[in-house]
């Protein structure tokens, strides 16, 4: 079983930044790519980044110039540092890693004044 934990989330302003983490635990074999997704309110689920194994990154055209991708030093961690936040970001954000189809529960980001 894998288990994925999401933080960094909370109420910014708009033109805030927020810097989101993503654990991955448990019997992880292999990752292919880590990404990040968000719903928004009424909204259906979108993707936002991901990042494969080897480094290469892909973002959704809202997330590009303001949203980073990244891995740390800790293994299995992914984050996504978020800046110029606007209030159309505000949604739950999840993080998903495959290969499995593996999501987080997700964590709340509000960009509000």
């Known amino acids: 079983q894998v288990q994925l934990v999401e933080s960094g989330g909370g109420l910014v302003q708009p033109g805030g930044s927020l810097r989101l983490s993503c654990a991955a635990s448990g019997s992880i074999n292999s990752i292919n790519v880590m990404a990040w997704h968000r719903q928004a309110p009424g909204k259906q689920r979108e993707f936002v980044a991901a990042?494969?194994?080897?480094?290469?990154?892909n973002y959704a055209d809202s997330a590009k110039g303001r949203f980073t991708i990244s891995t740390g030093n800790a293994k299995n961690t992914v984050y996504l540092q978020m800046n110029s936040l606007k209030p159309e970001d505000t949604a739950v954000y999840y993080c998903a890693l495959s290969p499995g189809g593996y999501w987080g529960k997700g964590t709340l980001v509000t960009v509000s004044s």
């Open positions: 990042m494969t194994s080897g480094g290469s990154t």
